[in-house]
């Protein structure tokens, strides 16, 4: 797919469409940093403003575990370094963790999370080829009942690793998502995390701020507006995407 650089000016919103199986339950992800949800089972879909797919479909193991796959452009394979576009790359992705308050009263759900690239593209040049791999440990803790709304917070680091060419290294990440008390079915987003492009088959991690709102317009379907900004191709080259997630009662 052709580079293509998008200006925030000429984009109006973007709009996710998202599905929950209880009127309380929240997707298990802000824009891209994933809540530490151990046992998840979804399919989400959609489209950004330059016309890139994404997919992400995950099967719950029992009430601790989730394996799933990832087709999207925070793990994306660009032509240069100052492309404001790519291509989605193919990752598959394993969650292991506890819920919250399994290891007592008021304690946070915490997972361990593997996303590893499976995209053909990087095995072609052989050694430069290494495919990329992320493993992250994320806490999420939510509060209910306060004067301002429903919260659900999370917290944790990632560790990449794309040896010979990124050494592994810890960076920090987190998401918030807030419903105001008076709007119970608005949840506003923000999360902090990492992207990866992929230029001349050598993987660069950079950093990714996401933010966005997420309207539930019935008890199994939500619609949200997000953007993602990346700081290896400046403003305008945000994305603005449109995704639909559906989650089985």
Same mark, same amino acid.
Do not use: C, K, N
């Given at each position: ?28 992800? /802000? ?10 089972? #979804? ?5 950004? #403003? ?7 479909? /995950? ?7 989730? *394996? ?49 690239? *499976? ?8 050694? =430069? ?5 992320e493993l992250r440990l994320l806490a999420t803790r939510r509060v209910a009942g306060t004067r301002i709304g429903q919260l659900s917070l999370t917290a944790g680091v990632t560790l990449a ?78 994305? *603005?995407?449109? =995704? ?6």
């Open positions: 797919m052709p580079a293509g650089r998008g200006r925030l000016g000429l984009v109006a919103a973007t709009i996710v469409v998202g599905a929950a199986g209880v009127a309380s339950a929240q997707p298990a992800r /802000a824009i891209d940093v994933p809540e530490a949800e151990p046992a998840t089972t #979804h399919l989400l879909a959609g489209i950004d #403003h330059r016309g890139v797919p994404m997919v992400d479909a /995950a099967v719950g193991l029992g009430d601790l575990a989730t *394996v799933g796959l990832t087709l999207d452009d925070r793990i994306a394979v660009g032509g240069g370094a100052a492309a404001a576009s790519s291509e989605p790359m193919l990752a598959a992705w394993f969650r292991l963790g506890v819920p919250a308050d399994l290891l007592g009263r008021g304690a946070p759900a915490v997972v361990l999370d593997l996303e590893r690239s *499976v995209d053909e593209r990087l095995r072609r040049a052989g050694r =430069r080829g290494t495919p990329f791999a690793d794309a040896a010979p060419h990124l050494a592994p290294s810890l960076r920090p990440a987190a998401a918030l998502g807030w419903t105001p008390r008076r709007y119970p079915r608005t949840t506003l987003l923000a999360d902090v995390g990492w992207a990866v492009r992929v230029v001349d088959e050598v993987p660069a991690v950079a950093g990714a701020i996401g933010w966005g709102v997420r309207y539930q317009v019935a008890r199994t379907f939500h619609i949200d507006l997000a953007v993602r900004h990346r700081a290896d191709v400046g403003l305008e080259g945000s994305t *603005v995407m449109v =995704r639909g997630l559906i989650t089985p009662p």
